[in-house]
């Protein structure tokens, strides 16, 4: 059974599982023998395989409603079908419609407190998030990039094509845009973990560019010298401070000018980034020790450069420990081939079962301070 879109549903249903443990420090444990199941324990793993077909077709039930990004319909119909199954293991459940952040909302499942996601994630001491990273089980993510994007306005003084670089005429708009564009590439682009990337250019005499469909139409002649351009693209960083200044050298590369030009570079945040924390390692220690006590073998951090940017990231500021990509693992991503390994469905759902009673439970083998 082809599975795309898992990770969307459960990324833009319920976001991340934001778990709030009073007094819990998760201490990284001994790379040798896992702490054994508990009786308990052994009984949340024999249960996922007793309910595994009921997990199946509740799979194939979301997977088969359409429910891209931006089909806010099919979205909340996703959110009321994973509504319907919390509501019934006794959580609270709220829908916090996206309009201002333009997406379709989230669906918010809680057993205590009240306010918005930002709210419940300050609150909390672990987030979990279930969407995707580099398609390994083998791997969790405890870094992503962020994945914000820019946007570059030149402009020349418009003439004929034989008057280019003279004194009263300039470089014309699209020159600009070459220079900045370099400058971006020979400035920062030796940064590991930073992306720079323009992805739309459009350049001439006329310039129209559409934001929502990233795309536009540009007219211009080989003997008019280019008066507008418009360039727009990714950035991706790995922390807060290294967003902050490569937009700070983009900014200084913009300012100097060619003759008789301008430019004007503008942002938009997007996802921000999720630095790697020593309190997410202690996480990922803790999911290790589990998966290792189940037989299904160790847990690494993946390189961010090998993972997308995910809603868990809005969390990490607030939240001492965060790690993700503990949900169904599969391939070709946000493409009609996007594909889910379905045999890893029953251990995964296993380990996060188990993780989750381990970091709340009091019999069990995590030291608290």
Do not use: C
């Amino acid at each position: 059974m082809k599975a795309g879109r898992l990770a969307r549903v459960v990324a833009h249903s319920i976001v991340s599982a934001l778990v709030g443990v009073t007094g819990l420090e998760a201490r990284g444990q001994a790379a040798g023998s896992p702490p054994a199941l508990s009786a308990t324990e052994r009984r949340i793993a024999a249960t996922v395989d007793q309910r595994n077909a009921q997990a199946l077709a509740l799979l194939e039930r979301v997977v088969n409603i359409n429910s891209g990004t931006m089909n806010f319909e099919g979205v909340r119909k996703v959110g009321d079908a994973f509504k319907t199954e919390l509501d019934a293991l006794g959580f609270r459940t709220t829908w916090v419609d996206g309009a201002g952040f333009r997406r379709a909302g989230h669906l918010v499942a809680e057993r205590n407190g009240t306010g918005p996601l930002t709210e419940a994630a300050k609150r909390s001491q672990i987030a979990l998030g279930f969407e995707d990273g580099s398609g390994d089980p083998h791997t969790a993510v405890i870094s992503r990039r962020s994945a914000g994007s820019w946007t570059l306005k030149t402009t020349g003084t418009p003439g004929h094509s034989s008057q280019i670089f003279r004194e009263d005429i300039g470089a014309g708009a699209l020159y600009e845009a070459s220079r900045i564009l370099d400058g971006f590439r020979t400035r920062l682009g030796g940064q590991q973990y930073l992306t720079i990337n323009p992805g739309v250019v459009l350049g001439g005499s006329e310039v129209k560019y559409d934001t929502a469909q990233s795309g536009g139409t540009a007219f211009g002649k080989t003997n008019v010298i280019a008066g507008q351009a418009i360039v727009s693209g990714d950035i991706r960083a790995l922390s807060p401070e290294q967003l902050k200044q490569a937009m700070a050298a983009m900014k200084e590369v913009v300012a100097q000018h060619l003759p008789k030009t301008t430019a004007e570079l503008t942002f938009d945040d997007g996802y921000p980034p999720m630095a790697p924390t020593d309190g997410n390692r202690k996480l990922l220690a803790v999911h290790d020790s589990v998966s290792r006590a189940l037989g299904f073998g160790s847990v690494v951090a993946v390189d961010p450069s090998k993972a997308g940017a995910a809603d868990v990231s809005f969390a990490a500021p607030y939240v001492p420990m965060v790690i993700d990509a503990l949900g169904l693992a599969g391939w070709d991503d946000h493409s009609d081939k996007e594909t889910a390994n379905l045999n890893w469905l029953p251990r995964l759902t296993k380990r996060a079962a188990v993780l989750i009673y381990r970091l709340g439970s009091r019999e069990s083998n995590v030291p608290r301070t």
